[in-house]
């Protein structure tokens, strides 16, 4: 879990010649969300380091969306940090919560802070979090893959999810590439599969701690957009991408806590927790824009209006997988998650709902 180490070069530039020859200075990628509505964005910018850790840094904010021009400085506070696997060597990643300069607290945007909060009060639980990510690849405004002449819509969905051959597969290159990306990043990637609409991909992290799953969520995100930006691609995390019969995108969420996964009464306390009266609401407030264009009753999902569990079952809200069950012990789905949540949001949520109301092992 979690990110290997990186070496940092430490020899400071200056002092005597041999030390400037062995300096060796190397990229930091500052990557951070920014205050696009209703999605946000991910933007990033290169430091050039002569060693040692990644500094605070800052950016102008009236061009994300998070400040204005007169009042523009926005502060970037390094809080995770891996391998670079696309320059090399010793570059490196660096994910940033954004911070308001006046008081140093978390600007609006970010949502980070009060996921750390919350997996701080409840980590004698040991929440862990595996999220699925689904996204479509798109090429000149079309889902990659899709037909260019006649009626522009590719054979209907079957052959695609889990796919094999030319007809029903699009874009499995920069997938390869992505997921040796994250591997060589140190991220928790635990698998990918070609999902159910033609060009339509997933990858899963975890499993991994609230605050944990989500840096590396985002990180995985980013290494996405930046592989697929050098084929040309454009991926996309819109929760209904193709409005008809096509399956949305999703982040299916799965949790645990210990005592979830040492016996089956946590499990069934924690779907009720998650169906009692207000939270429902709340979660859906958080689960990522658009959810009522994803969550139809169709296409492997339950009605937004409604909610129900139960197990084996891929149209209910939260889904208790048949091994879970067979076991006695495990982990839920929440399958209602949209592609594009800030992982931050859910983490918290889950956590929060769900230790709140049963016990720690
Ligand atoms: P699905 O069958 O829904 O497509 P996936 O295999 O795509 O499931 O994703 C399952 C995710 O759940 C993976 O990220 C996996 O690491 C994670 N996971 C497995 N066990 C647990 C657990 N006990 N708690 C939380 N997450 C888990
Ligand atoms: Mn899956
Ligand atoms: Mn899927
Ligand atoms: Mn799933």
Known sequence: ??????????TKRGGNIEKRVTSVAFRAEYIWTDGTEPVPLMRSKTRIMDGGEPPIWGFDGS???QATGDNSDCVLNPVFTCADPLR?????????????????????TNHRAACAE?????????????MEQEYTFFEEGRPLGWPVEGYYFPAPQGP???????????????VEAHTSACMEAGLSISGTNAEVMLGQWEYQIGPSGPLEVADEMWMARYLLYRIAEDFGVNASISAKPIKGDWNGAGCHTNFSTNAMRESYEPIIAACEAMGAEGKVEEHLEGYGHG??????????????TEFRYGVSDRGASIRIPWQVAQDQKGYIEDRRPNANIDPYIVSRLITNTICSVIDPA
């Open 88 to 108: 090399g060597g010793d570059d490196i990643l660096v994910l940033c919560e954004v911070l308001l300069p006046e008081t140093m607290e978390p600007h609006p």
């Open 1 to 10: 879990m979690g990110c290997k180490s990186v070496r940092i070069a430490s």
């Open 291 to 304: 959810y009522e264009d994803r969550l139809t009753g169709m296409h492997e999902t339950a009605h937004f």
């Open 118 to 130: 919350v997996a701080a009060k409840f980590a004698d639980h040991e929440p862990w979090f595996g």
């Open 160 to 174: 695609y999810y889990c796919g094999v051959g030319a007809t029903e597969i699009s874009g499995r290159n920069i």
């Open 63 to 65: 061009s994300t969306n």
